[in-house]
C-alpha cells in the first residue's frame, strides 16, 4: 500500500554509520548559493531529506532498544547517535537556520504552508546555546535509563513473574483480597527503585535547569513553553486550566468515588477498589493475544472506513507493531514516526484488558496523521505539536468506540466497556492537571530537596484529590505516586497536551454522533495539514475550537455523563 519516499539528495543505499559520512551533506548545504525562491525552495527540500534519513535511523535504534531494555548491544546503538551524531549535527543546524533565516528570498516563501515552520525557527535561534549541545547528550542518556529500572521491574502473582502492567490486570479482579495483594505487590516493587528513581530525577532536574539558565531563562519551565513552541497559549493558561479542573472535574470524581463505595457496600473505598466491576462481573478480556488484537484492529477499523483498515494491515505486513507487554520491554505505548519511510511504528504493552483497547486505538490515532502527512513537502511541515498530535489520537478513541464491538461480541460488555472510557475521561483529567502543575512547581522551584518535592506532590495531588479513597496505613507510597509517569522523566512538559486535546477530541465525537461522514472528513482535513496552521487554525479545522475554559469544561463533561451506561 505504502512505498517509501524517493530521496533526491542521498543516495538510495546511504545508511547512518558515523558523522563522516554525513559531515559533506550538512556542509553542502552551508555553503550552496541561493539565488532564487526557487534555489531556496530546492535548497528547503534538500534539507528535509536529510532530516528524515536521521529521524528515522535515531527512531529504530530507539523502537528496538525499548523493545528490549535488557540488549546492552542496542541500548549502545542508541548511545551512539545521541552522544557522537547529534552534537556534531547541532552546530550545523543552528548555521542552517541561520542561512534560512538570513536569505533576502525567504519573504518570497512566507506563505501560509511556511508560515509555522519559518516562525518555529526564528524561534530555535533565540534559544541555541552551543554550552547546551553537551548538555543534550548527558539528558538523552539519562532519559533512557527509566525505561530500563521500569522494564525490569517484575511482581509476583498466581507463582508467576509478571509485568507491573500485567499485574494490574488484578485490579478487576471480584475478589478483594486479590486486588489488595496486587495493590501492595505493585506498590512494594515501585518502593524498591524509588531512591533510585529519585537519584536519577535530580541528576535530570540539575542539567535541565542548567539548560535553562544557559539559554537565558529564569527556569526550565520558561525554557520549555519556547523550545516546544507554545505559541498559542500561556503559563496564565495552564494555571486557568488546572482550576478548571479543579472546580469543574474534581466534583464529578468525587461523586463518582462515592457512588462507587455505595454500589460495593463498602464501609470505605481503598485504593485496590476503584477499576473493579460495580455489578461484580469479572474482569473483560477484549482479545487473547497480540495477533488477536491486530486482528480485531483491522476488523474494528474496517468498520469506520477502508483507508484506516488498509493502514493498519500495511503496517502489520510490515512487522511496525510490538504490543505485547514482556519482562525487560520498557513500560508505555507510543506510536513512532518514520519520516523517511511514512509509515510509523506502534509500541505498547498490552495485557489483555479494555485498556489495552483503548490505548491501541489512540496509538492508530497517532499512526494515522502521520501517514496522512507523509506526502507533505517538507519533514518540517510533519513535526506537528503535541496539542495537535493528541487531538488525532484521543479523537480515535471516541471515535472508534461503536466499532469496537469486535472486541465484545456480547452487547452488554461492549456497553460496559464504553461506560468504563467515558469514566477515565472525567478520572483522567484531574491526573493531567495533577501532572502538569507538580512540573510547574518543580522547575520553578528547582533547589528543592528531595523532602520538599515528595511533599509538593502531595500537596498538588491533594488539591485534585476527591478525599473519598482511604489510603490508611499506604501513606508512605503517595509522596512518590509520580514515579509512575513515565513524561516527568523522558519528555518533561509533554502532558497537559492530553488535557487540551481530550476537550478538543471530545467536541469531534460530539459532531461525530451528529454527523459522522462530515465529522470524519474534517478529522482527516485537519489530520492532513501537518503543522502549517497554528493550533487553534488546526482544530477549527477538525470543526471545533481549541478551548479550555471552564464552560467549554462543562459542557463537554454532560456530554459525556449523558452517554455513560
Not at 273 to 285: A, F, I, M, Q, S
Not at 357 to 386: C, W, Y
Not at 462 to 468: A, H, I, K, L, P
Request: proline share 5%.
Amino acid at each position: 500500500m505504502f512505498t517509501k519516499h524517493p530521496n533526491k539528495y542521498l543516495p538510495l543505499d546511504f545508511e547512518v554509520s558515523d558523522w563522516t559520512g554525513l559531515k559533506p551533506f550538512f556542509e553542502e548545504l552551508q555553503s550552496r548559493p541561493i539565488d532564487s525562491a526557487f534555489g531556496l525552495r530546492n535548497w528547503l527540500q534538500d534539507l528535509s531529506g536529510l532530516e528524515q534519513v536521521l529521524e528515522e535511523d535515531l527512531g529504530w535504534r530507539y523502537i528496538r532498544m525499548t523493545c528490549d531494555t535488557t540488549d546492552k548491544a542496542l541500548e549502545e546503538s542508541y548511545l551512539f547517535f545521541v552522544s557522537e551524531i547529534e552534537p556534531q549535527i547541532a552546530p550545523f543546524s543552528n548555521s542552517l537556520n541561520k542561512k534560512m533565516a538570513e536569505c533576502p528570498y525567504l519573504k518570497e516563501l512566507d506563505s501560509a504552508d511556511y508560515f509555522t515552520y519559518f516562525r518555529r525557527v526564528k524561534k530555535e535561534l533565540e534559544i541555541y546555546r552551543e554550552e547546551n549541545t553537551p548538555l543534550f547528550v548527558e539528558l538523552a542518556a539519562l532519559q533512557q535509563k527509566y525505561g530500563q529500572i521500569s522494564g525490569a521491574m517484575t511482581v509476583e502473582m498466581d507463582g508467576k513473574t509478571i509485568t507491573l502492567q500485567q499485574a494490574a490486570n488484578f485490579y478487576k479482579s471480584t475478589d478483594r483480597g486479590i486486588r489488595k495483594q496486587a495493590f501492595e505487590q505493585i506498590a512494594n516493587r515501585r518502593l524498591q527503585d524509588a531512591d533510585t528513581l529519585d537519584d536519577l530525577f535530580e541528576q535530570l532536574l540539575k542539567i535541565r535547569h542548567q539548560v535553562a539558565l544557559n539559554a537565558g531563562f529564569a527556569n526550565f519551565r520558561d525554557y520549555m513553553f519556547s523550545a516546544m513552541g507554545r505559541f498559542d497559549y500561556t503559563v496564565a493558561d495552564c494555571e486557568a486550566f488546572h482550576q478548571s479542573v479543579k472546580d469543574e472535574v474534581v466534583p464529578l470524581v468525587r461523586k463518582m468515588d462515592e457512588d462507587r463505595m455505595a454500589k460495593l457496600g463498602l464501609g470505605e473505598l481503598r485504593p485496590w477498589d476503584t477499576e473493579v466491576d460495580l455489578d461484580g462481573k469479572p474482569p473483560l478480556k477484549p482479545f487473547a493475544d497480540g495477533k488477536d488484537l491486530l486482528d480485531k484492529t483491522v476488523q474494528c477499523f474496517g468498520a469506520i472506513d477502508p483507508w484506516f483498515k488498509g493502514c493498519i494491515e500495511a503496517m502489520i505486513q510490515m512487522g511496525h507493531f510490538d504490543v505485547e507487554s514482556r519482562i525487560g520491554k520498557a513500560p508505555g505505548g507510543y506510536n513512532y514516526p518514520l519520516p523517511a519511510t511514512g509509515v510509523p511504528f506502534i509500541f505498547m504493552n498490552a495485557a489483555s484488558n479494555t485498556r489495552d483497547v483503548e490505548t491501541m486505538v489512540h496509538e492508530a490515532g497517532h499512526a494515522f496523521h502521520s501517514i496522512l502527512t507523509r506526502d507533505l513537502e517538507l519533514n518540517a511541515q510533519k513535526n506537528f505539536p503535541s496539542e495537535v498530535a493528541e487531538l488525532a489520537s484521543m479523537s480515535m478513541e471516541l471515535i472508534s468506540s461503536d466499532a469496537q464491538a469486535c472486541f465484545y461480541p456480547n452487547k452488554e460488555d461492549h456497553q460496559r466497556a464504553q461506560t468504563e472510557h467515558l469514566e477515565g475521561i472525567i478520572e483522567v483529567l484531574p491526573w493531567i492537571a495533577t501532572v502538569d502543575k507538580f512540573q510547574h512547581w518543580i522547575y520553578t522551584n528547582p533547589t528543592h530537596n528531595r523532602q520538599e518535592r515528595r511533599q509538593a506532590w502531595l500537596d498538588i495531588s491533594g488539591e485534585f484529590s476527591t478525599r473519598v479513597v482511604d489510603w490508611t496505613s499506604y501513606e508512605h507510597i503517595r509522596p512518590t505516586g509520580w514515579h509512575k509517569q513515565l513524561h516527568i522523566f523522558e519528555v518533561p512538559f509533554y502532558y497537559i497536551e492530553y488535557g487540551f486535546a481530550q476537550l478538543g477530541a471530545l467536541g469531534v465525537w460530539k459532531n461525530y454522533l451528529d454527523n459522522p461522514a462530515d465529522a470524519l472528513q474534517k478529522y482527516k482535513d485537519a489530520l492532513s495539514i501537518g503543522y502549517m496552521k497554528t493550533i487553534p487554525g488546526i482544530y477549527e479545522t477538525a470543526g471545533v475550537k481549541f478551548d479550555f475554559s471552564a464552560a467549554n469544561i462543562r459542557r463537554l463533561m454532560e456530554l459525556v455523563q449523558g452517554k455513560m451506561g
